[in-house]
């Protein structure tokens, strides 16, 4: 059961003010440590009297940033930055809450000896960009928080179609090189922004709150309000930037980014909008049909399978329709402590509050595709065991209804849910994020907005 819902809803209201576009002090940028480390043996923990968890071991810094800076050479052992015990499952956290140009103290033992080593945190390096197109480190500002955006800009000086992104889910950073990045766990999409940076479009990415350089968080308890509002005020900042053309600005959003996208371009017109892995009816029946369909997928049988929707209608519908707590539904209804667990571990769905997907769960989509009142592209992987291609016919059948030929669906062979090359839905289950890239979607989009561009100037 738990390898079923393992990777559920990697897809994964109500229009609050903004709080403007762009403040005018710099978002300060994350530190970087520049250094590669291991755990700390149970001998060595024994040696040194350190408490569980506790200590990294050293690599070979990297030359010119803060760990060579301080002095720390391979084979020290790190116990805290400024005070705060720092070990395997903590040291991501902890250097989290510092900026580039901070003062730590890095304390370390060396041959068995305590050294307090003190230095200037480097902040992290940033994408240099190439000779086709520069990097610019920006933010928006959203509830009072601010927002990294990383914008790329031609180099060839003028005017120029606008691209903006909208990741999925979950809360990864973009904030990585995009030329020579591979499409993997740590660049997911990179190679198909890559596509658009360097084919003379101003191209914009954002941060989620607590994610990178962004302030807010934590993640976890984003509600779906107040992250529309960031895509919102993201959109603001691209189509203002000068060397934008407002008139051809394109939005794409892969998977939960298909569902943000035609909400503000509901009240920001773009010239059109692209998703990938995307649902459009209510969210309830997404989740029925996931309950069903990846269990298939992974290999079992029908019986259990009508089972599980049986009992996981009834509890989803108890959650986020009735709006009961887990806790509530465990008491209520000892039949679904199971499939409880499985699916709301310490509260939580698919690692979010259920406020978020109780919100989501209101948004009537189709209305926001008619209102968007734009061109659109809806596209699904052939091996995406995530999505169906049901949901992406009906979000073209929408635009055509109000916009003749405005809309276009099609499945993409090879391709499953993160664009890696499986060619069946079951062997993307079972190789989940270790495909190799393919970067055929990004042939297909560019196509289709060469396409929208020149129709458009007919219509004009």
């Known amino acids: 059961m738990r390898r079923v819902f393992s990777v559920v809803l990697l897809l994964c209201g109500l229009f609050p003010a903004g709080y403007g576009v ?97 230095t200037q945190l480097c902040e992290r390096p940033r994408d240099p960009g190439n000779a086709a ?26 005017k120029h179609p606008g691209f903006m992104f909208i990741q999925g889910f979950s809360p990864v950073s973009y904030d990585f090189v995009l030329e020579g990045s591979k499409g993997d766990v740590a660049t997911i999409d990179g190679p198909l922004l890559y596509e658009f940076a360097n084919s003379e479009f101003v191209t914009l ?66 010239r059109g909008i692209a998703v990938y892995g995307a649902a459009s009816r209510t969210w309830y029946e997404y989740l029925l049909d996931t309950l069903r369909y ?49 699916l709301f571990p310490e509260g939580l769905f698919s690692g979010k509050s259920l406020e978020f997907w109780r919100q989501l769960g209101q948004v009537n989509m189709p209305s926001y595709w008619t209102k968007c009142d734009t061109h659109v592209l809806a596209v699904r992987g052939a091996s995406d065991f995530v999505t169906y291609d049901v949901d992406h016919k009906l979000i073209a059948d929408i635009v055509n209804a109000n916009r003749p030929g405005w809309g276009k669906s099609m499945t993409l062979a090879d391709s499953d849910h993160l664009f890696h090359n499986f060619a069946t839905e079951r062997e993307s289950l079972r190789n989940f994020q270790r495909g190799k890239f393919n970067n055929a979607f990004a042939g297909v989009l560019k196509d289709w907005i060469a396409e929208v561009m020149k129709s458009t100037e007919k219509e004009d």
Do not use: C
């Not at 989620?208 to 302030?215: F, H, I, M, R, T």
């Not at 051809?248 to 943000?260: D, E, K, L, R, T």
């Open 205 to 270: 990415r954002i941060e989620k709150p607590g994610v990178g350089d962004s302030e807010g968080g934590p993640f976890a308890e984003l509600d779906y309000t107040t992250e529309l509002d960031i895509y919102r005020q993201a959109l603001k900042q691209l189509k203002s930037i000068e060397d934008v053309d407002a008139d051809n600005v394109f939005i794409f959003g892969h998977s939960m980014g298909g569902a943000f996208g035609p909400m503000v371009a509901s009240e920001n017109p773009v």
């Open 133 to 158: 197109y520069e990097v610019i480190y920006s933010h928006v500002v959203s509830h009072g928080k601010r927002m990294r955006t990383i914008i790329t800009k031609p180099r060839v000086p003028g």
């Open 294 to 342: 990846q269990g298939l997928v992974a290999g079992d049988n029908f019986e259990n399978t009508d089972e599980r929707v049986r009992q996981g209608s009834r509890l989803m519908a108890l959650v986020f329709l009735e709006n009961k707590s887990v806790e509530e539904v465990r008491k209520s209804h000892p039949e679904l402590v199971p499939l409880a667990d499985a």
């Open 22 to 118: 762009q403040a005018s002090d710099e978002l300060p940028r994350r530190a970087a440590l520049g250094l590669g480390f291991g755990p700390v043996t149970r001998e060595l923990a024994k040696q040194h009297n350190l408490p569980d968890d506790t200590g990294l071991v050293a690599k070979e810094p990297v030359a010119g940033l803060s760990a060579e800076r301080a002095g720390i050479v391979a084979g020290d052992i790190i116990t805290a930055l400024d005070g705060k015990p720092v070990g395997m499952a903590s040291i991501a956290a902890v250097i989290g809450e510092f900026r580039g140009g901070d003062q730590v103290t890095i304390s370390v033992l060396r041959e068995g000896k305590p050294l307090e080593l003190q």
